[in-house]
């Protein structure tokens, strides 16, 4: 097996094809990086375009035969995913393309490119906020979630508070949802659209807001609403505890199979 490359590029931005497919080459040296962690994200001025791509790490030995065969990449995910948004009317960066880098029939690299989207803060951000301000964000937040994502049957399996992007504007703010590669599709009971709100790493009394506030939208018992999230997000922090130690053993049984 030798190299090749999978993408798709949406229609309307099929003059990037040619760009895309050098990508590999030129992420590395060029663009502006933004964000770095386990992923890279940098933005790339290409003609009249403004271009934010996200290049994702090269994933652990499995999960690189599984991309290429049984799975689409996260890469692959994300594009799919916010074309799904964009054809429910839910805001996300409009989808420009994805590509990836196969060599020896493994996956090595993967990006997703987006329409670079200008905002003014994030959802963590806001949670800094004097408490006036953040509770009507997430009162607002909140009725986003459930009649845009919910009530379409998105569940956001990262819907983490850095992965909503936050504009004001003069009546209300308006939110965008990003880092999409991980969804579930299907019907969303009240305790499940809940327990969505778990990665949110909020104080109590936020907590008991958004519960709350849920509980309202959906038609049901606000102090039921606020006493089921705090259940679920002990029972949340319990669960991450245990799934850590578990990551920790296959990065060391990983570690083994490498050596």
Not at 55 to 65: D, L, S, T
Not at 155 to 168: K, R, V
Not at 220 to 237: F, N, R, V, W
Request: one cysteine or more.
């Amino acid at each position: 097996m030798g190299k090749r490359i999978k993408f798709e590029v949406a229609p309307e931005f099929g003059e990037l094809e040619l760009w895309i497919k050098q990508l590999q080459s030129d992420f590395a040296i060029s663009g502006e990086t933004i964000f770095k962690s386990r992923n890279e994200v940098k933005v790339f001025k290409v003609g009249n375009y403004l271009l934010n791509v996200k290049a994702f790490r090269i994933p652990n030995p499995i999960n690189r035969i599984v991309y290429v065969y049984f799975r689409g990449s996260k890469a692959d995910r994300s594009f799919q995913n916010a074309r799904k948004f964009l054809a429910l009317n839910i805001p996300t960066p409009q989808p420009v393309g994805f590509i990836e880098f196969i060599e020896g029939g493994l996956l090595t690299n993967s990006y997703y490119i987006s329409l670079h989207h200008t905002y003014n803060y994030t959802l963590r951000d806001a949670m800094k906020f004097e408490v006036n301000l953040r509770d009507e964000i997430l009162r607002q937040w909140v009725r986003f979630t459930y009649f845009k994502l919910h009530k379409n049957g998105i569940y956001h399996l990262d819907y983490s508070p850095g992965n909503t992007l936050i504009t004001p504007t003069e009546v209300q703010y308006e939110f965008s949802v990003v880092d999409l590669n991980r969804l579930e599709f299907g019907t969303i009971n009240f305790e499940k659209g809940l327990s969505n709100f778990c990665r949110l790493e909020a104080d109590q009394f936020a907590l008991d807001l958004i519960g709350r506030e849920y509980a309202i939208v959906r038609g049901e018992d606000p102090h039921m609403g606020a006493g089921s999230l705090k259940t679920i997000e002990h029972q949340h922090d319990a669960n991450t505890k245990r799934l850590e130690r578990r990551k920790a053993i296959f990065k060391k049984w990983l570690s083994l199979f490498k050596g």
